[in-house]
């Protein structure tokens, strides 16, 4: 099989979204934290009446209807998460309702967990499904989606939610890079959900922010090690047309280019700067020697080289913030709804041959840097398929922008009043959310019912 990737995207947000400024003043944080300081605009939220399964159900009916793909298409579907509702019971098996007329449940794979890297393992476990001998040429489906919050206090900016789902086979016009990975996985206490009665996180801010830094180094140099044998020359940020990372906030992102730019500089002892940027490096020759480790916090390093990096920031990765600073974290889809942002912001016909890095990174923690080559495939994605096309792919995203748009502002007194219902209702039995489908989007699945032994029922607006 050949070029096993994307073949169609799909991403959904919640219709209420809050104003970060607005937040910032209600939370009484200094101003401009989070809008300067963490680089974020708005953030979505849902009410009682969503949750993980309605948000991956609402993604993928959206997804097969406008790809026009029938359900018996399907061989593998893979979910990627961290909003557990059930301890036992997988986010995909509620997703099988949707294959019920279909009657296809002949369909591989269960839920993949850890942190924001769950979607990413999803994806993984799918190109490796369609290389593999179990492969019976039906299309995989993968699916990634979060509500993210915090408790009251200076994380709660950084929350978010949504979902992505993404059609995979073969002659993709989105192409995993073969045998180009780099990966990280360590044990640490960064973030991690050890009460299952409550939705939220224990967050230490700092130790996470250092744990995502210190998985980029590790991952970039060895996806480096391993581009470097195949082009036979050093591989840097510069061969990276576009670089899209998991978002927690948009200044992360930045300080993350930055990051990448530190590791090209020390790697390269001869005085290495891409001669187009020569001269916003040539100032900082005093680094050349400083070990990547020690770095990591040293706020003197991380200014001078985010201002270095400005340009490369803007030229590579500013556009894959659309979704992230607007609609915030959205964990295991975060890093796909930032690729959504690149296919949406920049002219189709400059996206062609463009090579895409993709960095993921889940707490606890799990981080994989891998990439993808942009094509125009002319043979068909699977012989029971039709062609899919980088052209079909963009047009079916067109309404993401007006979407965007079109959501509704809620005060920050509201967005608390949501959260503290979710409180109330989390992990309850017998009751009908409260919440009003006024806001949902036509189309929308929302959880209407959980009888008295837990069982939940979804109905589509
Ligand atoms: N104007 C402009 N900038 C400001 C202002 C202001 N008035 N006030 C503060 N800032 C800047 C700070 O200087 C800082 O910028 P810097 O990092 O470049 O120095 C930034 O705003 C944030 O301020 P902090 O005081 O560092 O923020 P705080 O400690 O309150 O919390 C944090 C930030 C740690 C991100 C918190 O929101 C959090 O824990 N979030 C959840 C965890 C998270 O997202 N971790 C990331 C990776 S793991 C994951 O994906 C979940």
Request: with cysteine; aromatic share 12%.
């Amino acid at each position: 099989v050949e070029n096993v990737g994307i073949l169609a995207i799909e991403v959904y947000f919640p219709n209420t979204y809050v104003d970060q400024s607005a937040l910032e003043h209600y939370d009484k944080a200094p101003k401009g934290k989070y809008t300067i300081g963490l680089g974020q605009k708005e953030m979505g939220f849902c009410d009682d009446n969503e949750d993980v399964v309605s948000l991956c159900l609402t993604v993928v009916a959206q997804l097969m209807e406008k790809n026009k793909i029938s359900y018996t298409n399907i061989g593998r579907l893979e979910v990627g998460t961290e909003t557990l509702i059930d301890k036992s019971k997988s986010v995909k098996s509620c997703l099988m309702q949707l294959f019920e007329e279909s009657g296809n449940f002949d369909v591989e794979g269960v839920d993949s967990i850890n942190a924001c890297y769950g979607g990413t393992n999803a994806l993984f476990n799918a190109i490796a499904w369609v290389e593999s001998s179990a492969w019976d040429g039906r299309l995989a489906l993968v699916v990634c989606g979060d509500i993210a919050v915090y408790a009251k206090g200076n994380a709660r900016c950084t929350g978010g939610a949504g979902s992505v789902a993404m059609l995979i086979g073969v002659n993709a016009p989105l192409v995993l890079d073969p045998g180009l990975r780099g990966t990280c996985i360590k044990h640490a206490y960064d973030f991690y959900k050890p009460e299952f009665t409550s939705e939220y996180p224990y967050v230490d801010g700092p130790l996470s922010v250092c744990s995502y830094l210190t998985a980029l180094d590790a991952c970039y140099s060895i996806f480096c090690q391993k581009a470097e044998k195949s082009i036979g020359k050093p591989f840097t940020l510069e061969n990276f047309d576009y670089m899209v990372f998991h978002s927690p906030y948009c200044k992360l992102v930045q300080k993350s280019v930055a990051r990448m730019a530190l590791n090209d500089f020390i790697k390269n002892k001869t005085g290495y700067y891409p001669e187009k940027y020569s001269t916003a490096f040539k100032s900082l020759s005093q680094f050349r020697n400083v070990s990547l480790d020690e770095s990591i916090g040293d706020r003197n390093i991380e200014k001078s080289f985010m201002a270095a990096s400005t340009e490369l920031f803007q030229q590579k990765t500013l556009q894959s913030l659309l979704l992230p600073s607007r609609v915030g974290n959205m964990y295991t889809s975060s890093l796909y709804s930032s690729l959504v942002s690149i296919l949406i912001s920049v002219p189709s016909e400059e996206l062609i041959n463009r090579r895409i890095g993709m960095f993921a990174y889940g707490s606890g923690f799990a981080a994989s840097m891998f990439s993808i080559t942009i094509m125009n495939p002319t043979y068909s994605a699977s012989p029971k398929a039709r062609d899919f096309r980088l052209g079909d792919i963009i047009s079916n995203l067109k309404d993401v922008k007006t979407q965007l748009d079109n959501r509704k502002c809620f005060e920050p007194s509201e967005f608390t009043k949501a959260l503290e219902r979710r409180e109330t209702t989390h992990c309850r039995a017998n009751y009908t959310p409260g919440s009003s489908i006024e806001h949902l989007r036509p189309g929308t699945f929302y959880l209407s019912l959980v009888d008295e032994k837990y069982r939940r029922s979804y109905t589509r607006k």
